[in-house]
């Protein structure tokens, strides 16, 4: 499967933007997806993760209440709605995949990722 992440761009505090992730190749179906984040000079984070068929979510403990994924399987497109944004959420945000066989909730670490898009850099200013 294939990845695109798009949506990115500069923010002032406070503000929204919605995060896009496009995918080609495999049926969507059958992956968890999920959103990372990383800034220079730390290891990359999961932000939110969604399950194959959507119905399980996970939010970092820093989002949780400002973020929320989605997904539109037929529209082979997964979703990061991102509100009340902070300084501190500035970073290069990717999506990624992992083929999943059962619905079981989705573990964020990036390690248990297989299929990575590129980056879309979010800027939130102060």
């Known amino acids: 499967v294939q990845l695109q992440a798009s949506g990115g761009g500069l923010v002032q505090s406070g503000g929204s933007l919605r995060l896009s992730c496009a995918t080609s190749?495999?049926?969507?179906?059958?992956?968890?997806i999920g959103w990372f984040r990383q800034v220079p000079g730390k290891e990359r984070e999961g932000v939110s993760c969604i399950s194959r068929g959507g119905g399980l979510t996970y939010h970092a403990d820093s989002v949780e209440g400002r973020f929320t994924i989605s997904r539109d399987n037929a529209k082979r497109t997964v979703f990061l709605q991102m509100n009340r944004l902070i300084p501190e959420d500035t970073a290069v945000y990717y999506c990624?995949?992992?083929?999943?066989?059962?619905?079981?909730?989705?573990?964020?670490?990036?390690?248990?990722?297989?299929?990575w898009g590129q980056g879309t850099q979010v800027t939130v200013s102060s």
């Open positions: 190749g495999y049926s969507l179906n059958n992956y968890h």
């Open positions: 990624a995949a992992i083929r999943r066989i059962v619905t079981d909730p989705p573990n964020c670490s990036p390690d248990e990722f297989r299929y």
